[in-house]
């Protein structure tokens, strides 16, 4: 199917030995010249075919089950199909999508307000979550707000180089877990399921490797990710991810799977749970304030749940994950039923909200702790 130089010639020597049935190929090469030349040409015949042949044996290569000469080898490229492509082998000092595996790539406020979380694996797979809540917008079947969110998966293409420090691909399949625009109320919260912010209307991506010239990249981009490194550099110090028609910028850091940081990670968000209970202590706050300070603290320790959630998932085995998620399932079922049941005895009251957040956050900071353990 390639090498167009030499493939008739092998063809027909091919051909010729299946019309002889058996026999050396020198015999069914002398009885195809003899046939289409006469015997006065046979020698001169033979010796151009073995020739040929000669050539082939000492330059050439097997692709695909036929040999071919090193002098097809600019046809060879003109040729290549997108098969071919996917299997070559990673040049040395080119991207690949396992450059980033070990990355946690970010698009949000910058206020913690909205985000959306992303993990690319070497195969170019990739998953995260969007989340944007609004604590304000209650109702008597959401007294703890809307949250709009979004659980996702998919896969990008095969990336291609544009220049020595951007490469581009495209969103070649997106799932979303729950269906576009549907609604449901989960502990006092009404969740809207939404399309993941920062990779919608997505046609073409640009991922900036680390030591891109800040100058040169898109200014929609720079506004973007500005907030994670220092206003002077004048090269990016990390991978950022741009969608390029709307102009979203995507900051990344390393994901260190390790149980120093996870201990470090615990003892922030301590403090800020620590920092929200002095708040209820020590201020004179309304109730409404206080199932919405109950429901920051709960959501705190969720939000770390998830996190650890996702350091499991980079280091355990399937097997592991497998075990471990049919557990989470179990222990979602529990959680439920326990916050359900602290507030049995508030039903209807203002104060409900406030006790059934106090349970959540009680179990998931349990939970986050029990989790943790398996990074060790």
């Known amino acids: 199917m390639r090498f167009k130089k030499w493939l008739t010639l092998l063809c027909m020597v091919f051909s010729f030995a299946a019309v002889a049935g058996c026999g050396t190929l020198?015999?069914?090469?002398?009885?195809?010249?003899?046939?289409?030349?006469?015997?006065?040409?046979?020698?001169?015949?033979?010796?151009?075919?073995k020739n040929i042949l000669d050539v082939t044996e000492d330059t050439s290569e097997e692709i695909d089950g036929q040999k071919v000469t090193e002098d097809t080898s600019e046809e060879i490229d003109d040729q290549k199909t997108t098969e071919d492509i996917q299997e070559e082998p990673k040049a040395e000092g080119e991207f690949s999508f396992a450059d980033v595996s070990d990355r946690e790539f970010w698009f949000g406020s910058g206020a913690?307000?909205?985000?959306?979380?992303?993990?690319?694996?070497?195969?170019?797979?990739?998953?995260?979550?969007?989340?944007?809540?609004?604590?304000?917008d209650i109702g008597e079947e959401n007294p703890n707000g809307v949250m709009y969110f979004s659980s996702f998966t998919g896969k990008f293409t095969k990336p291609g180089k544009v220049n020595d420090y951007t490469y581009s691909f495209q969103i070649e399949e997106l799932k979303l877990e729950q269906e576009l625009e549907t609604e449901e109320i989960i502990e006092g919260v009404r969740y809207i399921y939404s399309e993941p912010y920062g990779l919608d209307e997505a046609e073409n991506i640009l991922i900036y490797l680390p030591g891109a010239p800040t100058k040169e990249l898109p200014e929609e981009f720079m506004m973007w990710v500005r907030q994670a490194f220092t206003v002077d550099d004048e090269e990016l110090p990390f991978y950022g991810l741009y969608n390029e028609a709307p102009g979203y910028g995507f900051s990344s850091s390393e994901l260190i799977v390790s149980y120093e940081t996870v201990k470090r990670e615990l003892e922030s968000v301590e403090e800020a749970a620590m920092s929200l209970e002095n708040k209820i202590q020590t201020e004179e706050l309304t109730q409404l304030e206080l199932n919405e300070t109950t429901m920051e603290i709960y959501r705190l320790w969720?939000?770390?749940?998830?996190?650890?959630?996702?350091?499991?998932?980079?280091?355990?085995?399937?097997e592991s994950m497998e075990k471990i998620t049919a557990d989470e399932r179990e222990?979602?079922?529990?959680?439920?039923?326990?916050?359900?049941n602290a507030g049995t005895d508030y039903e209807g009251g203002s104060i409900q909200a406030m006790i059934e957040?106090?349970?959540?956050?009680?179990?998931?900071?349990?939970?986050?702790?029990?989790?943790?353990?398996?990074?060790?």
């Open 26 to 49: 020198e015999k069914a090469k002398d009885s195809a010249i003899t046939e289409e030349k006469g015997s006065s040409d046979t020698t001169e015949a033979a010796e151009e075919e």
């Open 302 to 318: 969720d939000d770390e749940l998830n996190q650890i959630w996702s350091y499991l998932k980079l280091k355990l085995d399937a």
């Open 331 to 340: 222990w979602i079922s529990y959680k439920e039923s326990e916050i359900s």
């Open 357 to 376: 957040n106090e349970k959540g956050a009680e179990l998931t900071k349990a939970r986050v702790y029990e989790l943790a353990e398996y990074l060790k």
């Open 112 to 136: 913690g307000a909205w985000c959306t979380v992303l993990y690319i694996h070497e195969d170019g797979t990739f998953e995260g979550t969007f989340h944007d809540s609004d604590m304000g």
